[in-house]
């Protein structure tokens, strides 16, 4: 077959190529293998050195001035933290662009970084599928977060038993009072909250970061990995969680080492799961470096 009349790519795709909403292809996985993610995020935390631990070094900072100031307000605490999981993956996002930089060979160093967050997208200007569209994806997943923190607290404020200062409190007349469901409900409004935000999250970032598609085709592409992988993801979900809370459990000093490893492990989820050969790479136009 001849390609003598096709053109050449154009730096953003027309709109009604764009409006198409053409989803890549969703790989099926073995329920294992959101372990082998892992492995291979070590590795390139590893690779990433001082970086990589940064993206853990800051956010466990900022924890930790967030416990000082919360002071004895633990529902706030708990709201905080919760929220903090709803947008770890936009945070995340130059960790994905570091494993992106390790699988090519590319460099890895502060310009990496810097160029990831002041020109991610290199189409600044693009409404559509350009830079903006971190932007919005990152505005609503604040959204929800600042939802489910609001929620969060008033919840406990208003049907704990007494009141919940200090993390005993919170043990006592949440997790273990007698007779009442404060506990209970508050796990069921926030996976209420979380299945929704994983499903559209889980791979959208690193596809976005990746390719040149806009957020819904992003977000269309990450609940289709979920439904066509309910299990493994599922597992992969735990995972999240468990090591999350060992973050949190000792300190906040554990996130130093989870955060940057569930950044890099997502750039491998969103590579396993998705084959998006036949989507243009998100790469920086002529002169740009």
Known sequence: MSHSNVPPPSPLPP???RGALTLPVIRSIGLAQPLSWLVRGAQDMQRGGWLSLAHGVLPAVFGGLLVLLAGDHFWLLAGAFSGFLVIAP??????YAISRAIERGEAVNLQLIVKTWTRWQYSRYAVSGGYWGMVRFGLLLALAGTGWVLTSAALITLMAVEPVNTPLD??????LAP??????????????LAVPIFASSVIAMP???DRRVDVLQAVLTSWQAVLTNPAPLAFWAALIMLLTIFGLATLLLGLVVVLPLLGHASWHAYRDLV????LPERLPPEGVA
């Open 170 to 175: 919170f043990l006592r007349h949440v997790v």
């Open 207 to 209: 596809l976005l970061l």
């Open 179 to 192: 007779g009442h469901y404060v506990f209970e409900l508050w796990l069921t409004m926030g996976g209420l």
């Open 90 to 95: 936009v945070l995340a996002t130059s960790l």
């Open 275 to 278: 084959d998006a050969s036949l």
């Open 15 to 17: 709109p009604a190529a």
